[in-house]
């Protein structure tokens, strides 16, 4: 099986940055998906940004135009790109990930909190 080590949550400025990592290490065959959600306190999880098995990118319309997601193969790990940060954009951010090792497993990272201020 594989493990997910999220890195890159912090505290910005209202219309700053931050770049969220999130590295699958292991025994791995294959990545499906990759992708990330965030949970603000008093809301359910939501989808923000997903890359598909065929490369394909999906974003939550509260987000489009200022995050990007991106994945590197070479070392198993996928980004989030969030520029010009809003106070709303406050959430604990979970990587999550569809992979085979050699079954398929559907993992989460352990949460990474972003924080901004206005």
């Known amino acids: 099986q594989g493990h997910l080590v999220e890195s890159g949550g912090g505290l910005v400025q209202a219309g700053g940055s931050l770049r969220l990592s999130c590295a699958v290490s292991?025994?791995?065959?294959?990545?499906?998906?990759m992708g990330w959600y965030r949970q603000a306190p008093g809301k359910q999880r939501e989808l923000v940004a997903n890359l598909g098995s065929g490369g394909s990118t999906t974003y939550a319309d509260s987000v489009k135009g200022r995050f990007t997601i991106s994945r590197d193969n070479a070392r198993n790990t996928v980004y989030l790109q969030m520029n010009s940060l809003k106070p709303e954009d406050t959430a604990v951010y979970y990587c999550?990930?569809?992979?085979?090792?050699?079954?398929?497993?559907?993992?989460w990272g352990q949460g990474t909190q972003v924080t901004v201020s206005s």
């Open positions: 999550n990930v569809g992979y085979y090792s050699p079954n398929y497993y559907d993992h």
């Open positions: 292991g025994s791995i065959f294959s990545i499906n998906h």
